[in-house]
């Protein structure tokens, strides 16, 4: 029997991948919404709209190929839909310091390059941008799982007729502490990162459920284990520094001179 191979967009429409999107979406709303600027650009992951919440009038969807929507093309408020373009996120058709934010949702670690990725991001931000990045932690419950599977040599079906693998095959998982290089190499400097979805690898919705709870005590007890991180770092420039108003110094008062009457 040939074992099928879970990809990316099927897992999300699992009862896993759903429950990932919903605490994805939660965080990337709330970590765009007071982000200004001109242009924002999501690099991959249709199923996701991570830049819903921003109040950018330009906001840009990055596709390596053409898919059929799977996402909402608009947030509310009136805000203008994403703009879908195909483009390769290791060749960006953007100019040097064009964008204020990037958002990456799990795109480098399902990137043939992923740290070229990251530099063709820097590329394109202007100084002080923001890039916010999310992916699977392999220092997790999901990841340990995932990584049993692959040392056990079970990428086909197990004995219940069911992938062994909880993630998804493609992709190499890229840990939070070596993103954390990467974003220093670039001259990056990490504003803010969090972890989250501490249920066990179940499959079914029922069993996530039950085990509800863990998210509010692997917050609290155990923060570093989440199956997923979320990062968002401010793109700095060496030498560079605001400027203020060029107010012209005050010249220094003299006394006015008093007149001495002539007693002659």
């Known amino acids: 029997m040939t074992a099928k191979i879970i990809g990316l967009t099927e897992w999300f429409a699992t009862a896993p991948g759903q429950y990932l999107l919903a605490w994805e979406q939660a965080q990337f709303d709330l970590a765009v919404t007071d982000l200004f600027g001109y242009n924002a650009l999501q690099l991959g992951l249709p199923e996701l709209d991570a830049l819903q919440a921003n109040r950018m009038p330009h906001r840009w969807l990055a596709l390596p190929e053409v898919l059929p929507p799977a996402a ?25 310091a064009s964008l204020d ?21 820097e590329r394109v931000l202007v100084p002080e941008g923001r890039v916010v990045i999310s992916g699977f932690n392999p220092a997790s419950l999901w990841g340990l799982r995932q990584r049993r599977g692959r040392l056990c040599g079970q990428v086909g079906l197990n004995a219940l007729g069911a992938s062994s693998l909880y993630l998804p095959e493609a992709g190499e998982f890229i840990g939070p502490w070596r ?50 991180y979320f990062v968002v770092a401010v793109k700095r420039v060496r030498g560079m520094r605001l400027l203020g108003p060029a107010w012209k110094p005050r010249r220094a008062t003299s006394a006015a001179p008093v007149s001495v009457a002539n007693r002659h």
């Not at 909402?72 to 040097?96: D, H, K, Q, S």
């Not at 958002?103 to 740290?115: G, I, K, Q, R």
């Not at 990490?190 to 501490?198: A, I, L, P, T």
């Open 72 to 96: 909402p093309t608009g947030a509310g408020g009136g805000l203008a839909p994403r703009v879908a373009l195909i483009t390769n996120a290791a060749a960006l058709p953007f100019p040097e």
């Open 101 to 121: 934010l990037v958002v990456l949702p799990h795109t480098l670690e399902f990137s043939a390059d992923p740290h070229h990725v990251l530099r063709e991001v």
């Open 179 to 228: 993103l954390r290089d990467w974003l220093r190499l670039l001259s990056f400097e990490v504003e803010s990162d969090r972890f989250g979805c501490y249920r066990p690898a179940m499959r079914t919705e029922a069993w996530l459920q039950r085990y509800a709870w863990l998210d509010r005590a692997g917050a609290r007890w155990w923060p570093i284990f989440g199956a997923v």
